[in-house]
Every structure is written in structure tokens, then in C-alpha cells.
């Protein structure tokens, strides 16, 4: 993009943005005339540069307001700005196409476009939001604005941790000493001690 093509982009966000301002405060009255003149000097230069194709705009007319004013300079930078490759079929979607029809529908009609985009893209953009305000209800417009600023989601519970198995008690060590192991303990043999009990030579200490 040469650098004459890009002041004229410059120059339409900037009459975008003060016919913005200017419908949604009710200033600047008086001025839609010029600002519209601006806008088709700006348009015409796009059209001698070939930056935008023929019949795609046309000349606002003397007696436009702000709303129709800044919707069209904002679509005409947008459509200068964007490359060729980024044009795709399924241009349906664009929120840039309920600007383009916000000031030749009524209001409900515009506002079941907004909620279709709404459910199509998931959100609309602040800018876009703003010069679509004209024409929509309040109603709308606070709808428009809690889809986009509304509380988030909480966040899904983590998952329970599993429980950890239990570890099994080591096994009991046996204690080595008189008593640890049965086979070893002596028998006890009852006709042995009775026998040395009948010895005449035991002494008492002995028996």
C-alpha cells in the first residue's frame, strides 16, 4: 500500500471515529454536510487510485448524518485496508455487512442480524458495537455489551485425587534366644528324672 493510498485510510478512521463521537453525544451538529463532502473527496481519490473497485461505494449524499457517515468511512478503510487473499466466500459472517445494512432495515429486523452474528462468531467488537448504537434499541445494545463483559465461567472442579494404597506392615523378625524355635528346646522325658530321683548316691542339694 503506497503512502497516498494509506492517508486516505488514515483519514476515514479519523472521520469514522468523530461521526462516532458525534452521533452517540448529539455534538458537532451542523457538520454532517462537510463531513460528507470529506468522505466523497476521499472516496473518489481511492477510485483514481484503483484501491477500491468500481461500484463497490458510492458518494454519501449532501444530507446524511453521523450515523450513515461514519458507518461508510469505516467500511470503506476496512475494505482498502484488508488484502485481496483475505476476502473468503463465507463473507456472511463479517459484522462489517450489519453496518453496511444498519441504515436500510428497521431496528428489530437489524437486531436478529446481531444476535445471528452472535451466535455465529461468539462476539462482536467494540468499534462495531458502537456504530451499530443508532440504530438499535438500549435493550439490544445492553444485550450486546453483558455477551461481551458478562461473568466468565468458573472454572470445572479438579479432579479428586485418588487415595494412596495402603503399605503393607513389614513381616515379624523372629528373636534369636532360648524359647525362639520349638525344635530346638530339649524333650522333656518323665522316666529319665524319676529314675535319677531313685539314685541312692543323688545328694539332697541334687535331687
Known sequence: MNNEIQAC???????AEIANHASLTGSLAGGERRAAA???STLNRLLELGAVGPGLFEPLPDDSNYGEIGIEARMLA??????KEEFRPDMGHDPG?????A????????ADMVRDQLRQAGSI??????????????EVIGDLLRGRFGPKPPNP???PVPPVPPVP????TPVAGRGSDPEQEPAFNAAEVIAKLKNPSLSPEER
Do not use: C, Q, W
Open 9 to 15: 485510510v488514515n483519514l476515514l478512521r479519523e472521520i
Open 38 to 40: 470529506r468522505y466523497n
Open 78 to 83: 476496512s475494505s482498502v485496508d484488508k488484502p
Open 97 to 101: 455487512i450489519l453496518l453496511r445494512l
Open 103 to 110: 441504515p436500510f432495515v428497521d431496528r428489530k429486523d437489524l
Open 125 to 138: 467488537d467494540m468499534e462495531t458495537i458502537a456504530h451499530l448504537g443508532p440504530f438499535l434499541d438500549r
Open 157 to 159: 472442579p479438579a479432579p
Open 169 to 172: 506392615a513389614p513381616a515379624a
